[in-house]
């Protein structure tokens, strides 16, 4: 197989793979495997308090703890899959210019488009992307990018988008029937820009693949571009440091790189007092006290998968797991009663890291595109395969801080 064509092995991508089987089965073997879980999370309780370790417990508690993970990602794979089919239902797609869509086509396949067709503006081949492409291109985002899924996006038609805060203000005092009202203050305004970066794929395929009249072109350049954008755009959007690239939300907490940048401050970060990097059950539930309760109704956690394998050991005062699979379709996963999103670019649990966050995603990031994908078609720089080069303008930050609240593991 050409290297072109090889899969990325990165996590990520993994959301690719289809969901196969009868969901409502998933979901009854992953209750299943968790039950399995709690009775060897038991076993393991009883050898700690009696200060023996039973290696064989340790090695049987892992390997179920793995095993839940992985049915919950299919079930949520699953559930992604369903919204991305029912964000499209309810109504055919249209092709709004059909001739300039299949001369586009053709394009793809002998690098050739009418020239009564043309709608880009570079001589030597770079086309704006019909519509048709480009929602192909955007609803394949949205199925394989978790921060697509949770947070607000914003198509502009500009070099970029600047969003305007209130910062209040406004003053008021009490006063007799007759006496003087003096000027107070009046409410301010701050501002921050959302510059988008541009993100690229640059797949290729022999002319003879694209030859083929049984290739499905558009399926084709859609799959290879959607692994390295949402891929690119994954990481960048968690920790991304704004350069050319969206600012990632873990750079506006108290101290990051882009903390100073929202007018509203920025966001709160709860440090864990366990020594060694360990979760605490009770600072979970105080990272949900911290967050303002008119943002809690949305809220969410966002984690990776090896630090969702340790917050489901963990128990409230009455013994209870925090941690509760999903029961049917369409349910995600949920800690102390609000869903969980795994997001693979999460960082992992080590020392003064931030693995975990809580809050109003919807309200609280905003991903910025700009209108159009571009193609270049370039069948000369390595003959005899014709490359493709696809760019997209993507941007993002964090719009308002005071809806996610981040937990840091303490530094030592």
């Known amino acids: 197989m050409s290297k072109h064509f090889a899969m990325p092995r990165r996590g990520i991508v993994a959301v690719r793979a289809d969901a196969t089987g009868d969901i409502k089965a998933t979901i009854t073997d992953l209750n299943k495997a968790f039950e399995e879980f709690k009775a060897t999370m038991a076993e393991k309780d009883k050898e700690l308090a009696q200060k023996f370790d039973d290696v064989v417990t340790t090695e049987k508690l892992d390997r179920v703890n793995s095993s839940v993970s992985d049915l919950q990602k299919l079930v949520d794979d ?202 605490d059950s009770d600072e979970l539930i105080d990272l949900i006290y911290m967050l303002p309760s008119a943002f809690t109704q949305n809220a969410r956690w966002v984690m990776n998968r090896s630090v969702q394998g340790e917050v489901r050991k963990l128990k409230d005062g009455d013994g209870n797991y925090l941690w509760q699979p999903s029961y049917q379709a369409g349910q995600p996963a949920m800690v102390a009663g609000y869903p969980v999103t795994e997001m693979p670019g999460m960082p992992d649990i080590a020392l003064s890291s931030m693995p975990i966050a809580f809050g109003d995603f919807r309200r609280g990031y905003l991903i910025v595109d700009r209108t159009g994908v571009r193609v270049l078609r370039d069948p000369y720089t390595n003959k005899p395969y014709v490359h493709f080069y696809v760019t997209k303008r993507v941007g993002g930050g964090v719009q308002n801080p005071e809806t996610i609240k981040i937990l840091q593991m303490a530094a030592a």
Do not use: C
């Open 78 to 279: 699953t559930n992604a899959k369903i919204a991305a089919i029912s964000v499209g239902a309810g109504s055919e797609r249209e092709i709004k210019d059909p001739e300039y869509s299949e001369a586009f086509r053709a394009h793809f396949r002998k690098g050739s488009v009418n020239a009564a067709l043309e709608k880009g503006t570079d001589p030597e081949g770079g086309y704006l992307a019909p519509v048709e492409w480009d929602r192909t291109i955007t609803d394949a985002l949205i199925e394989v990018s978790p921060m697509r899924q949770i947070a607000s996006v914003q198509t502009i038609s500009t070099a970029g988008f600047k969003k305007v805060y209130n910062l209040r203000g406004t003053a008021s005092g009490w006063v007799g029937e007759t006496a003087a009202r003096t000027e107070t203050n009046t409410p301010t305004f701050g501002s921050q820009d959302f510059i988008p970066g541009e993100i690229y794929a640059n797949p290729a395929a022999t002319q003879q693949m694209l030859d083929d009249a049984q290739i499905n072109l558009e399926q084709w350049l859609a799959g290879e571009v959607e692994t390295e954008f949402s891929y690119q755009e994954g990481l960048a959007t968690i920790s991304g440091d704004g350069t050319n690239k969206p600012a990632g939300f873990l750079t506006f907490a108290t101290g990051g790189a882009n903390a100073a940048t929202n007018p509203l401050g920025s966001i709160e970060v709860l440090t864990s007092a366990v020594a060694g990097g360990g979760l």
